[in-house]
């Protein structure tokens, strides 16, 4: 299946700085990502979808000056959590699709990164 | 707004129990997914059905979507320690393609 790298896997940084959690597809082109973000016990919530190219559209609910998103190129999507607050501690995760997989939506996840702000 | 809820929250089990997790959404759904998150994972894609009333196996694994495509289930028969996970449904978030919209999971633990 395809591949989705997130990196870091984990990061805990201190109260008022930014982290930048990048999300890359390793053997496909996505032109679109999408971010999702997890509290422990907790379903995925879509934050943003990343568009290559072009402004990231934010779900209801979703500061964007808070979580900016960068879609640089076709294999790279960036989140930059900035001004963190322990608030924002959470699971952070990217998918993507397979483009051209008509009739098949399966996300490729990446492994996740769990920010803890101190 | 557009819901997806899941029940139960939580299932333990005894090594060899059967286990079923359902999911309903407040909408029709033009396909539901179910995802596998292992602890300390992420999710893993297992499955999606797209007819209705449609029904697929993955060995110990049955996948059922409802006539209205508004409810869907998962059933393990015999479960394994190795089946041990959160197990979520998903469904199209609106009519933008590759939005999901996840339901709450169900958490099951497999006791040997």
């Known amino acids: 299946g395809a591949v989705v790298s997130q990196h870091p896997s984990w990061v805990i940084c201190k109260s008022g700085t930014s982290v930048k959690i990048e999300c890359r597809s390793l053997d496909f082109q996505a032109t679109t990502m999408f971010w999702y973000r997890q509290f422990p016990k907790q379903s995925l919530m879509l934050m943003a979808t990343?568009?290559?190219?072009?402004?990231?559209?934010?779900e209801q609910g979703v500061e964007k000056d808070k979580f900016l998103i960068n879609h640089a190129s076709l294999t790279l999507s960036t989140l930059t959590v900035t001004s963190a607050h322990p608030e924002d501690s959470s699971f952070y995760i990217c998918s993507a699709r397979r483009p051209g997989s008509r009739g098949n939506t399966e996300a490729f996840f990446g492994q996740g990164t769990r920010l803890t702000v101190v | 707004g557009q819901q997806v809820m899941q029940i139960p929250q939580y299932q333990h089990v005894q090594e060899g129990e059967d286990f079923t997790t359902y999911c309903n959404s407040s909408?029709?759904?033009?396909?539901i997914q179910w995802y596998k998150q292992r602890p300390g994972g992420h999710p893993v894609f297992l499955i999606q059905?797209?007819?209705?009333?449609e029904v697929k196996k993955q060995k110990r694994l049955t996948f059922q979507f409802g006539e209205a495509k508004k409810n869907s289930s998962l059933h393990i028969t015999a479960t394994q320690t190795t089946d041990v996970g959160t197990y979520f449904c998903?469904?199209?978030?609106?009519?933008?393609?590759?939005?999901?919209?996840f339901g709450q999971g169900t958490e099951l633990s497999v006791k040997p």
């Open positions: 059905l797209v007819k209705s009333g």
């Open positions: 990343s568009n290559e190219g072009s402004k990231a559209t934010y």
């Open positions: 998903a469904g199209p978030l609106g009519n933008q393609g590759g939005k999901l919209i």
């Open positions: 909408t029709t759904l033009s396909n």
